[in-house]
């Protein structure tokens, strides 16, 4: 193939961007989770399926428990009028009569006066119970007591009153059901017993004759507490209040005090720079026009004089009339001096006038005559202006008067008050202790109350309790089922996804084609069985291997991803030398470099295949041939270049392989030399196409001196196998000055569908019998 036909449709260096390219964790699809769960389906349902069965397993050795129910049938007894006069309060249950009431009687059973001494009785027939582990709400959270319902949803009632109320325990032994109900049956049938009748009724009127002092003694405290309020005042003067306090609401006088004293001194501050303000103001004015207060009291007074203007406007027309004539006349001229006498008239007329309107200030305004000019409109707003100010700063000097008089007088009510507060917190406390007492009284009264209503029925028990056949398994199997079934497909749906996402390897192609642009040429599927594949030998002047024929063994998804790979190399124009590469090792270059050359062969093309990895060589494993002398001993000059046209002339062969030889010098001064260069030089010009197997790029330098050195090259990432760290590493490598030379990415290890491929096999079964030659 010529170098005209060997052309790409590839950016620019300078224009193609990176060649890894990672996916953010935000930018995860709905698709790529549910690829995920596909790919670790197996272990997802290994681990639902372990959890299921595990809880399974936990529920029934630990979470078993049995359950057995009772019905009691509850018949009224005698009334004990007697006791009843005793307690003049009525008993807080859910109905005023607890003579035949069921719910009263449920109420009564569920109290923890029957309940406890049941518990502690139960714990003393069965030892081997831990009261801290097996505590008393643990007890209660097993017992359930309510009134046994009929089909109908109703109450049983049968025809003389007499009410059916169930008692259902659950525990994990029977033994320990038949023990609880046992006692239980017999705290009922004590209920009916009538021994404790005195003892009650003693304790009861002893109870009711304190709860009486009690309440006297509340209601001397409570007048104690009012008579301190009103001799001082007070409603409270403690900070904090008492929570047994039910006579007090409100906040206290100190918080009312002090929340005052806050409001009056930020009064006072906010009054304070007012007045420092307004006294600014005044003194700039007072500046201006330099009069005292009762002074510009008396010009504004002039200024509103009718008369006093009249004859400031006569003076001021007798002044134009005689600046006019002095201008014309001499100061002699009669005219003029009798302009100077009307003056003068006016004047003494104005300054009489200035005298009787400020008589009132005669003691702060001693020459009222000075006055006279202050009465132009600039003035007459300053001086209105002025007073305005001096009336507003006295106003402020007197409010702060009276706002440091409050405070004064606040302060010494909170002193007061704080003075008050010990005495009233001890009587408060008093007061609280008496409450504490009717409530415990109270309190006892009720039990006391509750062992009468018990003595108001007689119990009959209608279940059998020996019959444990009867006995129910909790939790039941489906509900444990239908758990085990929720935990494990949450717990393997997690699993799944956990360990996809903690999995560093490749495992799908669309996996590397979100990490990187450059393009997937060939996807090579997964194989145990290869071709057979037969050489002869070519010594001189160097050992080549020639193919002779090929034996098909592998299947045919594996032959084909060769043609197709083949086939894109072509469409995107094969170039003359390529060399094949991976990240780290063992992801399959070799053999792919194998299989390339052998379909090129195959499709007419004459291929030289070469061994380039000096240090770690391994493609005459794969072909089976010996690695005798090769490309290590062409390099170390220890054999001349071959005349390619000559030696090959009259071989028919299309496929010839150059082996790695023993190589004695460093690979990395070997494909750096010159002789490395003439070799590729003269077997492009012979081949249509030289294929190097290439050492990995992040486990060799040279690698980067062999891909240089070649025209372009492909880079094998296999599944299961490649990690995404060590590709990014790979391309970031690329990236600095081999960016160009990757063509694109061959894939190795995909799973392909073999019934796809059966009737391919089928028909190619035939002519793979008789070996193919190349």
Request: hydrophobic content about 40%; some cysteine.
């Amino acid at each position: 193939m010529s170098s005209e036909n060997n052309h790409l449709s590839l950016p620019s260096e300078a224009s193609r961007p990176s060649l890894w390219q990672p996916q953010p964790i935000d930018k995860v699809t709905i698709d790529q989770v549910l690829r995920g769960l596909k790919r670790r389906s197996a272990v997802g349902i290994l681990a639902g399926a372990l959890v299921s069965i595990g809880f399974l397993g936990y529920s029934y050795l630990f979470l078993r428990s049995y359950r057995h129910s009772v019905l009691v049938q509850a018949r009224p007894g005698t009334s004990l009028a007697s006791l009843r006069q005793l307690s003049p309060i009525s008993l807080p249950l859910l109905s005023g009569e607890t003579k035949g009431d069921v719910a009263t009687l449920v109420q009564v059973l569920n109290s923890d006066i029957v309940l406890r001494p049941i518990y502690e009785k139960f714990l003393v027939a069965n030892p081997d119970l831990d009261p801290k582990q097996y505590s008393y709400q643990s007890f209660i959270r097993s017992l359930k007591i309510q009134p046994a319902k009929a089909t109908s949803g109703k109450s049983l009632l049968d025809q003389s009153g007499q009410k059916i109320i169930e008692i259902q325990f659950s525990a994990k032994e029977k033994e320990k059901i038949e023990s609880l109900l046992g006692i239980l049956v017999e705290e009922l049938k004590r209920f009916s017993e009538e021994e404790k009748e005195n003892q009650i009724a003693d304790n009861l009127r002893y109870v009711n004759q304190e709860i009486q002092k009690t309440l006297s003694q509340i209601d001397d405290l409570e007048d104690q507490l009012n008579q301190f309020r009103f001799q001082n005042q007070v409603v409270r003067p403690d900070l904090v209040a008492s929570q047994l306090n039910s006579v007090n609401s409100g906040s206290s006088n100190l918080e009312t005090y002090l929340s005052l004293l806050d409001n009056l001194i930020s009064a006072r501050n906010e009054n304070r720079v007012k007045l420092e303000s307004a006294q600014a103001t005044f003194n700039s004015l007072e500046a201006q026009l330099r009069l005292s207060p009762a002074e510009a009291l008396a010009a504004a007074n002039l200024a509103a004089s009718q008369n006093y203007q009249e004859l400031l406007t006569k003076l001021t027309e007798a002044e134009t009339r005689l600046a006019g004539e002095q201008a014309k006349l001499n100061e002699n001229s009669p005219t003029v001096q009798a302009l100077q006498e009307e003056k003068r008239l006016l004047l003494e007329q104005a300054r009489q006038q200035a005298r009787q309107i400020t008589i009132r200030n005669q003691d702060q305004v001693r020459q009222p005559e000075t006055l006279i000019g202050y009465q132009s409109a600039v003035s007459e707003s300053l001086i209105a202006k002025y007073i305005e100010t001096r009336i507003e700063l006295e106003a402020l000097r007197r409010a702060d008067a009276e706002l440091s008089n409050q405070i004064q007088t606040t302060e010494a009510e909170i002193s007061r008050v704080i003075r008050l507060a010990n005495p009233y917190r001890k009587m408060e406390q008093r007061f609280a202790a008496a409450q504490e007492a009717l409530r415990l009284l109270l309190q006892t009264r009720q039990s006391l109350q509750l062992q009468i209503a018990q003595r108001d029925f007689t119990w009959r028990v209608l279940s059998d309790i020996d019959n444990k056949e009867e006995y129910q398994v909790t939790p039941r199997l489906l509900r444990a089922l239908v758990i085990a079934l929720m935990l494990g497909g949450v717990s393997g749906l997690l699993l799944a996804l956990i360990l996809d996402w903690l999995d560093d390897r490749f495992l799908e192609v669309e996996q590397i084609r979100q990490q990187t642009p450059l393009p997937i040429l060939g996807e090579i599927p997964l194989t145990k069985t290869f071709d057979q594949l037969a050489f002869s030998r070519l010594e001189t002047p160097l050992t080549l291997w020639g193919l002779q024929h090929r034996l098909p063994s592998a299947t045919p998804a594996f032959r084909e991803s060769f043609y197709f790979l083949l086939t894109q190399l072509e469409s995107l124009g094969l170039p003359r030398s390529l060399a094949i590469t991976g990240t780290v090792g063992k992801e399959g270059q070799t053999t792919l470099a194998i299989y390339l050359a052998v379909a090129a062969a195959a499709m007419g093309k004459r291929v030289l295949l070469v061994d380039a990895n000096l240090r770690q060589p391994s493609m005459h494993q794969g072909l089976g041939i010996p690695n005798v002398a090769g490309l290590g001993e062409l390099l170390q000059g220890e054999m001349p270049f071959p005349h390619w046209f000559s030696l090959l002339a009259n071989r028919a062969e299309r496929l010839w392989v150059l082996t790695a030889g023993q190589v004695q010098q460093e690979p990395m001064i070997l494909l750096s030399s010159a002789r490395w260069f003439d070799f590729l030089e003269g077997a492009k010009d012979t081949f249509d196409c030289v294929i190097l197997d290439v050492p990995p790029i992040l486990a060799a330098a040279e690698a980067h001196r062999v891909l240089a050195a070649v025209e372009r090259a492909l880079l094998v990432v296999r599944l299961k196998k490649t990690r995404r760290e060590a590709f990014a590493q790979a391309l970031q490598a690329c990236d600095l000055s081999l960016q160009q030379k990757l063509l694109g990415i061959v894939v190795n290890g995909v799973a392909v569908n073999h019934r796809d491929f059966r009737g391919y096999q089928n028909s190619a079964a035939e002519s793979a019998v008789a070996p193919l030659s190349i």
